[in-house]
């Protein structure tokens, strides 16, 4: 396993996430009063086309990190974990939040598998790499904003986007402290 290789791949999939955010944010200031979650940027007519680059360059780096782990048995639970974010977030970008009919529906369960997946890996690098009170702090954090984002899932106004950059937030922070500890915890 290359863990040089691992830590770059998971660093360029965060950069293309919140480089994605920051340029959706700017281009369509009103996402974040519209109550539509990050899925707003993916049918808003200025921010389509970054939106599904940033998603499917975040996947390709994730897809990487795969990649570099190979067949190294103590983190085949993380390897599993980003199998699951690559095809949760490219169905997120496939599938348009839009209406109420069944490609919406899909988009949603694809929400769920990328943020339910995210907190359990948080919790797996929490315990395994850096279990501290400041990550379970974080953690918390976490869990704030999904329980944000769960309860504006639905309302015409509310802090959907806001709950989910929120988790997304400690969720970069928590894979990138674990990070900083894997290479002297993983054996080759």
């Not at 499917?56 to 993380?78: C, M, P, S």
């Not at 490219?90 to 995210?118: E, K, S, Y």
């Not at 009170?133 to 954090?141: A, D, K, N």
Request: with cysteine; glycine share 8%.
């Amino acid at each position: 396993m290359k863990v040089s290789s691992l830590k770059r791949s998971i660093t360029y999939s965060q950069i293309c996430f919140w480089l994605t955010m920051a340029l959706c944010v700017a281009l369509a200031p009103d996402s974040l009063s519209a109550n539509s979650g990050i899925s707003y940027f993916g049918h808003h007519i200025l921010t389509i086309i970054p939106f599904e680059v940033g998603v499917f360059a975040t996947a390709y780096f994730l897809l990487g990190a795969t990649k570099a782990i190979g067949a190294n048995q103590q983190l085949r639970f993380l390897v599993w974990c980003l199998w699951l974010m690559i095809v949760g977030v490219i169905g997120i970008a496939i599938m348009p939040a839009i209406g109420d009919g069944l490609l919406d529906h899909l988009h949603r369960l694809f929400g769920i598998l990328t943020f339910v997946t995210q907190l359990v890996l948080s919790a797996w690098l929490i315990v395994n790499f850096r279990n501290n009170v400041t990550s379970w702090l974080i953690y918390c954090l976490q869990i704030l904003g999904g329980i944000i984002a769960l309860i504006y899932l639905q309302p015409v106004k509310g802090f959907s986007i806001e709950g989910q950059l929120l988790f997304q937030l400690a969720f970069s922070v928590i894979m990138g402290r674990a990070l900083l500890r894997m290479a002297d915890n993983i054996t080759a």
